[in-house]
């Protein structure tokens, strides 16, 4: 059954890329997907693509950038699917997802690792970025540039949450991967992952207590119409990235892979500048609503993660990775 849903995803997807190639401008179109609401205000990854598309579309003769969101193009496996197959062009989200196609990129996350937002910077301009750019490369995935998720990674749920303790047992959705289900573990909870677009009616049903999101993403979404709790745990960072096609990209002009290259940069910075504003925001906007937010002690669960980190850099070969990026200030 997985296979053919996976089949009509690559079907869907394949349809609609070919149904148009050239814009009313005569400009190639290149389809860039992301599975996030079209807001720009609310969410980093429609807000980044913009940015992108509008600093493409502005610089280049030959090429047009088009946005499909809402996961038009499919799931974020999907789309990496058909980014590795040269179906679609380019895609827009979190590096979570990517460890299932590059396992290394699990270093990006593993639970309690980032300290602040100047560390991930670092670590991912710097030769740590380099090194996971060029394993993705390897599997047809060209990494454009690097971005933040518009702040650290909470637990909503509809559960009434005071301490660390009450986490426990809790069924909270998590994006299917390693180091998410790894986190929630950790803090005790039962993780349970499930599609994104499932995330709201599995709330309502009670086949989940709570899920885990940067606060921009709960509200943009209105999750807080079917959750009221948020456990602020920043377990996680969530990293970002642009990636393209190495069918795509390989047939660029020399000009062309220059815009490309330097709209991704130009997207990343403008979004990145934005984080501490709009996750300050986003908890503002989530009390308006009634969401009730607490911070607690997350000590315990982080000072456990340093073992998991340990052996799961050391099980996907990246444990000088996960050295250089503990060095860093």
Not at 21 to 31: E, M, P, V
Not at 47 to 74: C, E, H, M, R, T
Not at 151 to 174: E, F, P, Q
Not at 234 to 241: K, R, V
């Amino acid at each position: 059954m997985k296979k053919i849903c996976l089949f009509g995803a690559f079907l869907m997807a394949f349809l609609v890329i070919s149904c148009v190639g050239l814009a009313d401008n005569g400009k190639t179109i290149l389809k860039l997907g992301h599975v996030e609401v079209p807001d720009p205000n609310a969410d980093c990854v429609h807000y980044a693509s913009l940015a992108f598309a509008q600093y493409v579309n502005s610089k280049s003769n030959d090429i047009q950038i088009q946005i499909y969101p809402n996961s038009q193009l499919g799931g974020e496996s999907e789309e990496l699917q058909s980014l590795q197959m040269g179906v679609i062009d380019l895609r827009c989200g979190g590096t979570a997802i990517m460890s299932s196609f590059v396992k290394q990129f699990g270093v990006l996350d593993l639970p309690f690792l980032w300290k602040n937002y100047n560390q991930f910077h670092k670590a991912i301009d710097g030769p740590v970025g380099a090194q996971l750019a060029a394993l993705a490369e390897k599997s047809n995935i060209k990494v454009l540039s690097w971005f933040d998720s518009w702040g650290y990674r909470n637990v909503l749920t509809s559960k009434t949450i005071n301490t660390a303790d009450d986490l426990k047992g809790l069924k909270i959705r998590c994006i299917e991967t390693p180091t998410n289900i790894a986190a929630m573990k950790l803090m005790g909870a039962n993780p349970t992952p499930l599609a994104f677009g499932e995330i709201y009616t599995a709330f309502q049903s009670g086949v989940i207590d709570g899920m885990e999101q940067c606060a921009p993403v709960l509200f943009s979404n209105k999750f807080y119409e079917v959750a009221k709790n948020v456990a602020v745990t920043e377990h996680l960072f969530g990293p970002l990235c642009f990636n393209m096609s190495i069918q795509t990209w390989n047939k660029l002009s020399d000009q062309d892979k220059k815009i490309i290259l330097a709209g991704a940069k130009f997207a990343a910075d403008k979004e990145r500048s934005l984080t501490p504003i709009k996750e300050k925001q986003a908890f503002e906007a989530l009390k308006k609503q009634g969401v009730k937010i607490v911070k607690i002690d997350t000590s315990k669960f982080a000072k456990a993660a340093i073992d998991y980190q340990n052996s799961y850099a050391k099980q996907i070969g990246v444990t000088d990775l996960l050295n250089s990026i503990r060095k860093i200030k």
